[in-house]
């Protein structure tokens, strides 16, 4: 199946489950909100352009608040489907949505009150470890201090040189969603305590 599809497949049926007004991480989107952001970014490139650059970001909107206002049922179908044919994404699903799907997956469910770590799993994690070495890189390069992502077997990887570092150890899924900004992750710290809230305050989006 692959990483992408299997996230994809989880969090339709997630979406399905709790309804179009969820909270998630992103806040202030709501469940629907980022149901059109997947759907505009795999179906609209020219609206997803926005997503990084500012100038175009109110074309983004615009499209994402559309398709957020379709029927939930029609929407979560759209996602389900994923990208289509001609776009880019279907090409290389894989690739480019594992760690997109993933992060957004767990932006659903560690929403909820009662959400808990997924057990470690060594083929998604093998994936993730890839996708999360090169995306830190982005994510943590305004850190005033040196960030080392250390997997439990050990294995490590330094994302930012520099002084004083912060070593963050914890599974390949909770070290991809701190680098991605998310702060409902089981992380253990070791630094001087002042490094780790500048980490941990960073700006870690892309």
Known sequence: MGVARDERRLLTELFAEVGPDAPTLCDPWRTKDLAAHLVLRERRPDAAAGILLKPLARHTQKVQDAYAAKPWAELVALVRTGPPKWSPYALLDELVNSVEYFVH?????????????????PARDAVLWKGLRSAARLTYRNSPVAVVLRRP?????TVKAGPNPVVLTGQV?????HAFGRDRVDVEYDGDPDDVKAVNTLNRSV
């Open 105 to 121: 997956h767990e932006d659903v469910r560690r929403a909820r009150s009662d959400w808990e770590p997924r057990s470690p799993d």
């Open 153 to 157: 077997d050990g294995e490590s990887a």
């Open 173 to 177: 899924s909770e070290l991809l969603l």
